[in-house]
């Protein structure tokens, strides 16, 4: 297991030194003149000569490239100041450090991602489950159907029909908002659960029926009907074994929500007018900002490459027959 982690680690560096590379290049080597996007509309040309020297872009590309790339390991000196480790430049638009600007919109997206997975695995996977125990039954039919219906929604339609019932008409909740767990935690749940639950609505409609049918197909393999021929109980044999197995296909695709989730929740955020990665993303596009959009790229980057390294180890430990080889 430490031998398969370093070597994961080892090549989610190698990785990211890749995705750095690519990025930098992509944006700064391009024909577009990067200079000139951070300088504005009205831009002179003594201020633009002024901004290509604070940028280094008067130097060699493969200084550039090392400046770059150095950065986000032990800091980088710009004219308006250091830019500690780890440095991904200093944003167009606002003139702040590009990490701290995503330091401060991640806790949102993270709790936000966070609640929303709680809600829709335990209930979506639950649901599924329960749906394949009593298959056929009144039970399976109505989770069915209520899967089906469910995913046809999208969160910015559903998202202001509970806004405008819940919020506005009604008056029974507060306009969504966000409060850091960490200092008020009840602030927290009655300011995110409106957003928390909508996102959690339409993952939970996909994750029932896919619980239902990866369970239904693992109770056909033969090491079940052998443990049922054995004499054990079709519950024994259902929470024992089967369930484990059907988990694996349900990790393969929480793995890449959840990436996507981190990255950004961008949908689910600029419905409910919160400030976190996904909004942040959105501002970078439209303002040109590119040092905020690279700073954003990698750092999703970053936790896609960890949450594949956790899903590796979730295989083995869900399923002995897996081997980290």
């Known amino acids: 297991m430490i031998q398969f982690i370093v070597r994961r680690a080892v090549g989610a560096a190698v990785t ?14 391009a024909p577009s003149d990067y200079a000139s996007l951070a300088c504005g509309k009205d831009c002179s040309p003594a201020r633009l000569h002024d901004i290509r020297e604070a940028l280094g872009l008067n130097l060699p590309l493969a200084q550039q490239f090392w400046d770059f790339m150095s950065g986000i ?9 250091h830019c500690s480790a780890p440095c991904l430049g200093i944003s167009f638009y606002s003139g702040d450090m590009v990490w701290s ?29 329960i749906a394949a ?4 039954t009144y039970i399976d039919k109505f989770a069915t159907g209520a899967s089906m219906v469910l995913s046809s929604f999208q969160i910015y339609f559903l998202g202001p029909i509970v806004l405008t019932v819940l919020v506005y008409s009604t008056g029974l909740m507060e306009d969504p908002k966000y409060v850091p767990i960490t200092e008020d935690p009840v602030g927290w749940f009655v300011g995110m659960s409106i957003p928390v639950c909508v996102m959690a609505t339409i993952f939970t409609a996909q994750y029932t029926r896919m619980a239902r049918s990866s369970m239904i197909e693992q109770l056909a393999e033969d090491s079940i009907r052998t443990a049922k021929a054995k004499g054990m109980s079709r519950s024994y044999v259902f929470f024992r074994y ?23 929740a961008v949908v689910t955020e600029l419905t409910f007018s919160l400030q976190g990665i996904g909004r942040l993303a959105v501002d970078g596009a439209v303002n040109k900002d590119l040092p ?34």
């Open 101 to 129: 600007t995503i330091m401060d919109r991640f806790p949102l997206t993270l709790t936000l991602t966070a609640g929303g997975a709680i809600v829709f695995l335990v209930v979506g996977v639950g649901a599924g489950m």
């Open 242 to 264: 089967a369930w484990r197995g059907s988990l694996i296909p349900i990790v393969t695709v929480f793995s890449i929500d959840l990436s996507a989730l981190l990255g950004g």
């Open 133 to 136: 125990y009593r298959r056929g």
């Open 16 to 29: 990211l030194f890749l995705i750095g590379a690519a990025t930098f290049f992509l944006f700064v080597a």
């Open 73 to 81: 390991v032990r800091g980088r000196d710009f004219p308006t100041g």
């Open 292 to 325: 905020l959009t690279m700073g954003v790229m990698l750092f999703g980057a970053f936790f896609i490459l960890i949450i594949n390294i956790f899903t590796d180890i979730t295989y083995a430990w869900i399923d002995p027959r897996i081997r980290l080889s």
